[in-house]
């Protein structure tokens, strides 16, 4: 597993840009994807946007296309989420994960293939 730790939330107003980043001081950090999942109040986590380990593919959540972007720097155990015109719906305690499997070549979506957590950071978008 890898240590995680996320910083950048905080509240802002519609159509304003965040940027989330993930420090993973492990060693192994750029060995494994990366991903963002997100939990709205009172609702289920769900996918956000992933990176494969070297940085050569990205996946998003269709509503987030255009807007997110997800970045990994390798030499220094960082990624992070560009968040631009946010919306209301962003709300949410947003968390950095690690894949569970090294070297997988494309990103996963489901949350149970990711086994290290960040604590979560909030993102609260106002109207």
């Known amino acids: 597993q890898v240590q995680l730790v996320e910083s950048g939330g905080g509240l802002v107003q519609a159509g304003d840009s965040l940027r989330l980043s993930c420090a993973a001081p492990?060693?192994?950090?750029?060995?494994?994807?990366m991903g963002w999942v997100r939990q709205p109040p009172g609702k289920e986590r769900e996918f956000v946007a992933g990176?494969?380990?070297?940085?050569?593919?990205?996946d998003y959540l269709d509503s987030v296309k255009g807007r997110f972007t997800i970045s990994r720097d390798n030499a220094k155990n960082t990624v992070s989420l560009q968040m631009n015109s946010l919306k209301p719906e962003d709300t949410a305690v947003y968390y950095c994960?690690?894949?569970?499997?090294?070297?997988?070549?494309?990103?996963?979506?489901?949350?149970?293939?990711?086994?290290?957590w960040g604590q979560g950071t909030q993102v609260t978008v106002s109207s």
């Open positions: 492990g060693r192994a950090f750029n060995h494994y994807a």
């Open positions: 990176i494969i380990w070297s940085g050569s593919a990205t």
């Open positions: 994960a690690a894949d569970r499997w090294a070297y997988r070549p494309a990103v996963a979506r489901g949350q149970n293939e990711y086994d290290s």
